[in-house]
């Protein structure tokens, strides 16, 4: 079992941090009372969950004494969990400005406290925290993608920082995707519908995919597609994106883009892990 517990100033990462570890198959709990972890971490470990890894945010907000906690991570790893305290930290200016940004009152500014001064209070009763964590990450000057990068090299395993990616054929006249990232128009290619004998298949027919790239452009586009690919899927993974949506579309998302979506699939296979592909409009018309 492991039992990751996120803790930090309010404004320096956390909830970044939660979504990182959600993608690479942590279940997390925002703001959980922290009497209730151990029996929580002991009904999860005796789930049928296969990947037992549980993170819970731990800040300001769940009281001043930290004491219980310790305590309760301690017998948790006596009793074989793998405990971490992972503590995120961030210069008082930076806090303030992003406090301010996200027009959201800090939990400790009441009583007309101030923002600056409650920074400082905060920075005061989570040192006990900060000195106890295993990983403390200053956010000062990270980036999204650089904080991404580090919480996935700290508790991802190997293989886990890749992109989902998904091929998705479709018609130009039902709408392009909403979800997509890259949209690819292939009307340019010779179309099966104007084949009596091929106007009724999909572009899962053989016939109608042997017709698609008949069209020598079809090879070339495929060829020119996935090397710009093979450039910008490490560059896209870098920035910390984790899913990729390439739409193919042509005029009723039946012929072309469902014969170049296969071909596309196939050879992003080669080059990533996980790779999905659906034809949205293929049973259409």
Do not use: W
């Not at 009152?105 to 400082?120: K, S």
């Amino acid at each position: 079992m492991d039992c990751l517990i996120i803790s930090g100033l309010s404004g320096a990462g956390k909830s970044l941090t939660v979504d990182v570890l959600e993608d690479i198959g942590y279940y997390c709990i925002d703001n959980m009372p922290v009497k209730l972890i151990p029996q929580f971490v002991n009904l999860f470990d005796n789930s049928a969950e296969k990947d037992k890894k549980v993170a819970f945010v731990v800040d300001i907000r769940a009281g001043r004494d930290h004491s219980y906690l310790f305590r309760a991570l301690e017998e948790m790893e006596n009793a074989g969990s793998r405990c971490r305290i992972l503590f995120l930290d961030c210069s008082d200016q930076v806090l303030i400005n992003r406090q301010k940004a996200s027009r959201r009152r800090h939990p400790l500014d009441v009583d007309g406290l101030g923002l600056a001064a409650a920074v400082a209070q905060e920075r005061e009763l989570m040192e006990p925290m900060r000195s106890e964590a295993d990983y403390v990450i200053d956010t000062t000057a990270l980036a999204v993608s650089e904080l991404k990068s580090h919480l996935i090299e700290l508790f991802g395993e190997e293989g886990e920082a890749s992109l989902m990616i998904s091929v998705c054929s479709f018609g130009f006249k039902y709408g392009i995707p909403h979800e997509a990232d890259l949209v690819f128009d292939v009307r340019f290619l010779q179309n099966p519908y104007y084949v009596p004998e091929l106007k009724s298949k999909t572009g899962m027919d053989q016939a109608v995919y042997d017709y698609v790239f008949a069209d020598p452009n079809a090879e070339r586009f495929v060829e020119k597609l996935v090397d710009m690919l093979r450039f910008t899927l490490p560059l896209y993974l870098a920035e910390g994106k984790t899913s990729l949506v390439i739409a193919v579309g042509c005029t009723g998302g039946r012929h072309r883009s469902v014969s170049v979506s296969r071909r596309l699939y196939e050879e992003l296979k080669a080059l990533a892990d996980n790779v999905t592909i659906r034809h949205r409009d293929a049973e259409r018309g």
